[in-house]
């Protein structure tokens, strides 16, 4: 089953992290054959907002409500089950300095329907 593990992080811990440490974290995921993708996001100031009201388009420069911890970037994993995922979770190496949110990823109920995610090497 894929599980999305969302990485929050507050403006003081958003580079506390070394990216080579996430990096190889990473590394030791995909060579498990479990990390279908991840990526660090830029700080929240460069996000823009979209909403469609009345059909029309309405943009708002950064992140869509305010908040403490902000999303900092992403880890797309399969796991067994819940607990996998926590366990995959906790060894994310900005959990030390923030959050991380884990959440199954769900199908779309949609005939003919295939996960958009690429197709893992078996």
Do not use: Q
């Amino acid at each position: 089953m894929k599980y999305i593990c969302l990485v929050y992080l507050d403006d003081t811990h958003w580079s506390a992290c070394p990216d080579r440490d996430c990096f190889e974290f990473a590394s030791e995921l995909a060579a498990n054959g479990r990390l279908l993708a991840a990526e660090p996001l830029h700080p929240a100031e460069s996000a823009t907002t979209v909403r469609v009201c009345h059909g029309k388009a309405v943009l708002t420069d950064g992140p869509f409500c305010e908040t403490k911890e902000l999303l900092a970037g992403f880890y797309l994993v399969e796991a067994r089950d819940l607990n996998e995922a926590l366990s995959i979770a906790e060894r994310i190496p900005p959990a030390k300095h923030g959050s991380i949110e884990v959440r199954p990823v769900r199908e779309l109920d949609v005939a003919g329907y295939r996960s958009f995610s690429a197709a893992r090497s078996a």
